[in-house]
C-alpha cells in the first residue's frame, strides 16, 4: 500500500514506470502477432523493436534513479532520453506506415531473399526452410484503419509525451 501511494505522489517514478510497463505491453503485443497470430515481421517491423529494447530498461533505471532520489537533473535528462527513443520510433513507424499508404516508396530489400540460389536444389532447400517473408509496403493487418505501424506511431508518440510532460513537473515533493 505505501509502495502504490509513493509511486502515485511521485510523478518522474510513475511516468518512467507507466513508461516501462507500456513499452513491455507493446513489445509483448508484437509477439503475439508474430508467434500467436502468425504475422512475420517484415525488416521494418523489427526495427521498430529496436527502439523498445533500449526503452525498457532504460525507463526503469529513470524510475529506480527516481525512487533513489539521485538529483532532479539527472533524472530528467533520463526521461527527455525516454522521450528521444519514443520520438525515434514514431519516425521508424511513420516511415513503415508511409510505404505501406504508398506514400513513398518502401526499402528495395523487403520481402526479398538475401541469397540468390546457385543451383535448383539450393533453391528447392531454401524454399522448404525459409520463414514466411513479409512486405514492408503491404499492411498484413488493419485495425480502425490503422495498420500495426501506424499503432506505433501513435504509441510512441504518447510514451514520449508523457515523459515530456514528467521532465517538465517540478522537483518532486519530499
Known amino acids: ?15 518512467a514506470l507507466f513508461v516501462a510497463a507500456a513499452a513491455t505491453g507493446t513489445i509483448l503485443g508484437a509477439y503475439v502477432f508474430e508467434y500467436v497470430v ?5 525488416p521494418l517491423c523489427l526495427q521498430q523493436r529496436v527502439p523498445y529494447y533500449i526503452l525498457i530498461p532504460a525507463s526503469l533505471g529513470v524510475a529506480l534513479a527516481a525512487l533513489l532520489r539521485w538529483p532532479g ?35 528495395t530489400t523487403c520481402a526479398q531473399p538475401t541469397t540468390l540460389a546457385r543451383t535448383p536444389g539450393d533453391l528447392l532447400r531454401s524454399l522448404q526452410n525459409a520463414k514466411p517473408l513479409a512486405d514492408c509496403t503491404v499492411a498484413a493487418w488493419r485495425f480502425l484503419g490503422l495498420s500495426l505501424a501506424g499503432w506505433n506511431v501513435l504509441i510512441s508518440l504518447a510514451l514520449a509525451l508523457v515523459a515530456l510532460a ?4 517540478r522537483r518532486e515533493s519530499v
Open 73 to 107: 537533473v539527472v533524472i530528467r535528462l533520463g526521461l527527455l532520453t525516454l522521450a528521444g527513443l519514443m520520438i525515434w520510433s514514431a519516425g521508424l513507424g511513420t516511415y513503415h506506415a508511409g510505404a505501406e499508404w504508398g506514400f513513398w516508396q518502401g526499402p
Open 166 to 169: 514528467a521532465a517538465s513537473r
Open 38 to 42: 502468425g504475422l512475420p515481421p517484415c
Open 1 to 15: 500500500m505505501k509502495l502504490l501511494e509513493t509511486i502515485r505522489s511521485r510523478p518522474w517514478l510513475s511516468a
